[in-house]
């Protein structure tokens, strides 16, 4: 996990690898904030914490706080290191996908019920609430300005897209997901003519620069990574991510209430769909030039 802001863990917290502790590690930036980590209450992160900032200070409160297994100062001491070399983030860029989309969102589409959505475009400004029960398949390519709310449960086979500019961190555009989320991996789309070339998009379940991306639903598995210009985890919203979190803005990315989140990398070997120039994919402690997704 990646961060050029600060992290906040507040609740009942729980980031860990599914197959080893260092899937979750956390790499901070924090070039404006000196308060670079907070930890409160039951919270943990099983890896270790890199951070950018020279100056920067951790926080844990509570008895249980925790990073790599200890608590208290031997947390820090042990398992947060300070002053690391610079990291390249990773480039997004969302008109890779925009060939797949042949479908434009109808405004007049009722949002309340139960729908089905295929390689569709969400144009700008439509800021729908998808208050019903919805699938998607394929490619959601969201137009800026938009804020694209999940009220009901979505089940998702494809790749969530928003068009914005990563170097915004405004918040005007958001992705919020207040249900809970299915995924399933583009290796799973129906073996159809639209879907042919998608289904070999593999790596990423969210790339959107330029909004905020928000869960508060439990999901079993999201499959890829996910990128995007604010990020938060609130609620009982958890479960396994195969890949990594980026998260492009400045200010805080924060996880609040009971979320269990489990990273898992196992048996990733290319680059995630949609992100230039070409990153490293195997973990290497001594060097952080580009982050790992």
Do not use: C, W
Request: glycine content about 12%; overall charge negative.
């Amino acid at each position: 996990m990646a961060t050029k802001g600060s992290l906040s863990l507040a609740g009942n917290i729980e980031l860990d690898g599914v197959n080893v502790s260092v899937e979750s590690d956390v790499y901070i930036v924090s070039e404006n904030e000196l308060l670079a980590l907070s930890i409160t209450g039951n919270s943990q992160i099983a890896g270790d914490v890199h951070i950018a900032n020279p100056l920067a200070t951790v926080d844990l409160q509570g008895g249980q706080a925790s990073i790599g297994g200890e608590t208290g100062q031997d947390a820090i001491d042990n398992h947060v290191s300070f002053g690391v070399p610079p990291a390249e983030f990773p480039v997004p860029d969302p008109g890779y996908f925009e060939h797949y989309v042949t479908n434009i969102f109808d405004t007049e589409t009722d949002t309340t019920a139960a729908l089905t959505l295929e390689n569709i475009r969400i144009p700008a400004g439509t800021n729908p609430t998808f208050s019903g029960n919805v699938t998607l398949t394929g490619i959601v390519f969201i137009e800026t300005a938009n804020i694209v709310t999940f009220s009901g449960n979505a089940n998702m086979t494809g790749i969530i897209i928003g068009n914005g500019d990563y170097e915004d961190d405004s918040g005007v555009n958001q992705i919020i997901f207040q249900g809970n989320v299915d995924s399933s991996p583009v290796s799973e789309l129906p073996d159809e003519s639209q879907f042919a070339e998608i289904r070999q998009e593999t790596g990423t379940f969210l790339m959107a620069p330029g909004f905020k991306a928000s869960f508060g639903g439990n999901f079993e598995t999201l499959n890829g990574a996910i990128a995007a210009s604010g990020i938060s985890f609130f609620g009982n919203a958890g479960g396994t991510i195969n890949g990594s979190i980026v998260n492009y803005s400045n200010e805080e990315m924060s996880f609040s209430g009971n979320s269990d989140l489990l990273f898992n990398r196992s048996g990733i070997t290319e680059v995630p769909a949609g992100f230039v120039p070409e990153i490293i994919l195997e973990y290497d402690p001594t060097s952080y030039s580009e982050i790992v997704l």
